[in-house]
T-cell receptor, first 110, second 115 residues
Framework: DQQVKQNSPSLSVQEGRISILNCDYT??????FLWYKKYPAEGPTFLIS?????DKNEDGRFTVFLNKSAKHLSLHIVPSQPGDSAVYFC?????????FGAGTTVTVRA | EAEVAQSPRYKITEKSQAVAFWCDPI?????LYWYRQILGQGPELLVQ????????DSQLPKDRFSAERLKGVDSTLKIQPAELGDSAMYLC?????????????FGPGTRLTVT
């Protein structure tokens, strides 16, 4: 049973505009959430995270929002750059074990 | 910058053969994870080590898969015999310590193709 879902397999955005990636989860025991970025032929790299006691965390161009009541989180990338083209995975932690979504492929158009 | 090392990067094997993957975590990281990622899906945890001890192997198909981390540093994941459905990317990750950090750092993975 998929506990973390990324319902949009792909996203295309113009350079300089905002990218918004969404993630839904079902397990209320998740206490920490992370986003990973993956380029082809490489392993996922950690991007940004948020604790379940917060509703927003910002790091440069990346902001993660958490809505616990809706069991929903989102990643905003502003402004989007060509180097942001990658697969983005949402992950959620229970007892330090991560459950991953299926990923969203972001393509930033020039 | 310290990285998780994995080898080989690519492996092609025939069905029913044995195959092994190696992982060297970031120095000082006590927790090591093996994941399997099927194309189009996210990584799924196979086994988790804290030092040399297995913390969780509930998702490891133990009839054919085995994992060890004998000295609490590097680790080997073995499949014997390999089946066609084992074709996937096998990722190794490490973190500072169980309960010490949520962030896991991944290696480049081993792409396994079973023919």
């Amino acid at each position: 049973d998929q506990q973390v879902k990324q319902n949009s397999p792909s996203l295309s955005v113009q350079e300089g505009r905002i990218s918004i990636l969404n993630c839904d989860y079902t397990n209320s025991m998740f206490d920490y959430f992370l986003w990973y970025k993956k380029y082809p032929a490489e392993g996922p790299t950690f991007l940004i995270s948020i604790s379940s006691i917060k509703d927003k965390n910002e790091d440069g161009r990346f902001t993660v929002f958490l809505n616990k009541s809706a069991k929903h989180l989102s990643l905003h990338i502003v402004p989007s750059q060509p180097g942001d083209s990658a697969v983005y995975f949402c992950a959620a932690s229970e007892d330090y074990k991560l459950s991953f979504g299926a990923g969203t492929t972001v393509t930033v158009r020039a | 910058e310290a990285e998780v090392a994995q080898s080989p990067r690519y492996k092609i094997t025939e069905k029913s053969q044995a195959v092994a993957f190696w992982c060297d975590p970031i120095s000082g990281h006590a927790t090591l994870y093996w994941y399997r990622q099927i194309l189009g899906q996210g990584p799924e945890l196979l086994v988790q080590f804290q030092d040399e001890s297995v913390v969780d192997d509930s998702q490891l198909p133990k009839d054919r898969f085995s994992a060890e981390r004998l000295k609490g540093v590097d680790s080997t994941l073995k499949i014997q015999p390999a089946e066609l459905g084992d074709s996937a990317m096998y990722l190794c990750a490490s973190s500072l310590a169980l309960g010490g950090a949520y962030e896991q750092y991944f290696g480049p993975g081993t792409r396994l193709t079973v023919t």
